[in-house]
């Protein structure tokens, strides 16, 4: 398996940036010139489009010189970057900073007009470039069954970032990659790529990072990641076919975009962790399946989830249910220890179970927020229990049940304005 080092930015990558030119020429006109529009279309990292076109104007050479002026006059970012220039019936883009590529495509619609594609005729080099095959340690861009190293001392990775048409063998990012530099937010945009199933997606560099693993279908090992503001997150992370998502350290957002309705996860394992390392959970992620919601295991660090949980299993860490667009919050869970576990989002939560430690002592279910909520089988097993609902609007559809363990070897607050009926089990 051949390995493909990135070197972009190092004395091995590209070291003299070269800026994109493309050309489109105006091939024909309808009988009736405004019959046809011109247009040339044009992307970003993020897969945005803008627009510029015009209605033919007597003739090939005129039709380019108003296409060429109406991009020029186009205040948006999709074009300032980029000059048009125009010679007869050619309209000329070239990228005005070097390193910086852009993406376009040219198209007409009505009448009998037509406009040749759009051709590179000078390809984009630059040092933050992944598409630059000097930036690679093997002089081309990674292919298929390729592994793809992202090592300490490299670049930034801005551009080119849609790679999902090639299936790579792994993608590893190594811890000393700088909290300086960065993969993909260019636009907003995401790195694409894709993964071999079962191969490896390992990140603990300490650069900001988006990357969107698609549809592949590996483990996801995140160790470290850069240090967010408040608010942020060091690694934002799509997948639609991720199994389990082992999260050791960092800041990481998974399927956190408003808009992202794709990103799939089973089973989120959160282990090894600082107090400081927080996972977040999207609110619209799922299970592979997409008819369930995913499962958590934490053992350390801090959790936040957006979305419906099936089976929480908590043996040490903050977790904090902050929404769920479900009616149910969460199917069932196991508290050991007594970092706590905030039920903050309005809903029903269905089976909750205060286990304690491995000496049956602890175990800390808590409100923060006025929300309703309702707990609908809560059972306490542990001494030295926390139960603290008085925020809000908490009921209880059944009794809670101290399973061999006294109320009182505890703190239970459930606020005012409430029945309570003891009974024996």
């Known amino acids: 398996m051949a390995v493909a080092i990135f070197e972009g930015g190092t004395i091995y990558g590209v070291t003299t940036s070269v800026a994109k030119i493309v050309t489109i020429v105006i091939t024909g006109m309808s009988g009736t010139p405004a019959d046809t529009t011109y247009t040339i279309t044009v992307t970003n990292e993020a897969d945005g489009t803008y627009t510029v076109s015009v209605a033919g104007v007597t003739d090939v050479n005129a039709t380019a010189t108003a296409l060429a002026a109406a991009w020029n006059a186009a205040t948006t970012a999709f074009c300032t970057g980029i000059t048009a220039s125009v010679a ?3 309209v000329t883009l070239t990228a005005d900073t070097a390193g910086v590529p852009f993406y376009v495509a040219s198209s007409v619609t009505g009448g009998t007009g037509t406009i040749g ?4 005729t000078t390809v984009n080099a630059g040092p933050k470039d992944y598409n630059s095959a000097e930036n690679w340690s093997t002089s081309a861009v990674p292919t298929t069954s390729e592994s793809v190293v992202i090592p300490a001392g490299s670049g930034a ?3 080119g970032l849609d790679q999902s048409a090639i299936s790579i ?3 590893r990012v190594e811890n000393g990659y700088d909290k300086d530099q960065r993969i993909g937010g ?3 945009g995401y790195l694409k790529i894709t993964l071999d199933t079962s ?13 969107n693993i698609g549809a592949s279908d590996v483990d996801p090992v995140i160790v470290g990641t850069y240090v967010p503001s408040t608010g942020q997150y060091g690694l934002r992370l799509k997948g639609s076919a991720v199994s389990d998502l082992y999260h050791n350290g960092g ?3 998974f399927g956190v975009d408003a808009d992202d309705t794709t990103s799939e996860c089973d089973v989120f394992h959160v282990s090894n962790v600082s107090g400081t390392s927080v996972l977040t959970i999207g609110k619209n992620v799922t299970d592979t399946a997409g008819t369930a919601h995913p499962d958590v295991i934490q053992d350390g660090g801090i959790v936040v989830a957006h979305c419906e949980i099936d089976n929480l299993t908590r043996y040490a860490g903050s977790y904090t249910q902050a929404d769920s667009a479900a009616a149910t919050v969460w199917a069932a869970v196991t508290i050991y220890g007594n970092d706590p576990v905030y039920a903050n989002a309005a809903g029903t939560y269905a089976t909750t179970t205060l ?5 049956g002592i602890g175990g800390n279910l808590t409100t923060q927020t006025v929300v309703a909520k309702t707990f609908t089988d809560v059972t306490v097993k542990s001494a030295r229990y926390i139960i603290d609902t008085r925020n809000g609007s908490a009921a209880y559809t059944n009794a809670i049940d101290f399973d061999q363990v006294n109320p009182a070897s505890g703190t239970f607050n459930i606020g005012s304005n409430k029945k309570l009926t003891v009974t024996n089990s």
């Open 117 to 120: 594609a759009a051709t590179t």
């Open 251 to 253: 800041n990481v957002g």
């Open 199 to 211: 191969s490896e997606f390992y990140f603990t560099g300490q650069a900001r990072a988006w990357i």
């Open 169 to 171: 063998n792994g993608f």
């Open 355 to 359: 286990a304690g430690n491995s000496d």
């Open 157 to 159: 990775i801005l551009y």
């Open 186 to 188: 260019t636009d907003g």
């Open 88 to 90: 007869a019936a050619t």
